[in-house]
């Protein structure tokens, strides 16, 4: 799961700026330390976020690149179901991620709850409380049903952002990608635009993947049909 792009949802329009007090209310009403919204989005499988940790974790979280490995991250993204941290495999991502986020005062107690939406979009809500076991699971008993209402509720504004909306309505096709499928869309074969383009057959066949993948389809001749209804190419 290739995850490169972190996005700050504080740059984002005003329904999703104020998600840094909605979570601050959050985490005071549910009396837990920290609480933190990530989405990958299908489109290039960025991820976005919007947290209540001190700006110096955020930071080096950021620097160190541990949006692409956090542990917390990518079982939710795969989960239908609520994540308690403790559930994750102490591998080395695992260490890396919590060995640094003790020197900022974040525990590894928490729960991450995964929405899934109607684009192929994860969003995941994320809680913390440096707490006893006994202390964790009583307060997760109590909120669990409130926090996944508010994950939802959460994920649904950011989605409704016009950043994002645009871009899972207009996927971000490079120029050589809308190239190969508008040849496609004209009748040429793999070995036709090939040659037209000066390339080779493997170029053109990795160039169409991608393009696939980007238009959520399972065929070429599906991703034409797509890439036509969403005005990338043109039908000839």
């Known amino acids: 799961m290739a995850m490169t792009d972190l996005l700050d949802l504080g740059a984002l329009p ?18 837990f330390d920290h609480a933190a919204y990530a989405g990958m989005s299908p489109v290039g499988q960025g991820v976005h976020g919007h ?17 692409r490995t956090d542990p917390t991250i990518l079982m939710a993204a795969r989960s239908i179901a ?22 900022f005062g974040i525990t590894d107690r928490g729960l991450t709850i ?3 939406g109607p684009y192929g979009d994860v969003g995941m809500l994320s809680v913390t409380r440096n707490c006893g076991p006994a202390e964790w699971d009583k307060l997760v008993h109590h909120v669990i049903g409130d926090l996944q209402s508010v994950a939802v509720h959460v994920h649904d504004t950011v989605m409704r952002s016009d950043v994002l909306m645009r871009s899972l309505r207009f996927p971000a ?21 090939a040659d037209i383009l000066s390339i080779s057959q493997r170029t053109v066949e990795v160039h169409l993947r991608s393009g696939r993948e980007k238009l959520y389809a399972l065929t070429t ?11 990338l190419i043109y039908p000839l």
């Open 14 to 31: 005003e329904g999703a700026k104020d998600l840094t007090g909605f979570l601050n209310e959050v985490r005071e009403r549910f009396e």
């Open 51 to 67: 947290v209540t940790y001190p700006d110096a974790w955020k930071e080096h979280y950021v620097r160190q690149g541990f949006h």
């Open 82 to 103: 609520p994540v308690d941290w403790r559930r994750l495999e102490h591998d080395e991502n695992f260490k890396a991620v919590f060995r640094d986020a003790y020197d």
């Open 114 to 116: 995964p929405v899934r």
């Open 173 to 193: 096709l490079s120029t050589r990608e809308k190239e190969i499928l508008q040849w496609i869309a004209a009748g040429k074969s793999q070995q036709d635009v």
């Open 221 to 231: 001749p599906q991703a034409v049909g797509r890439a036509i209804a969403m005005g």
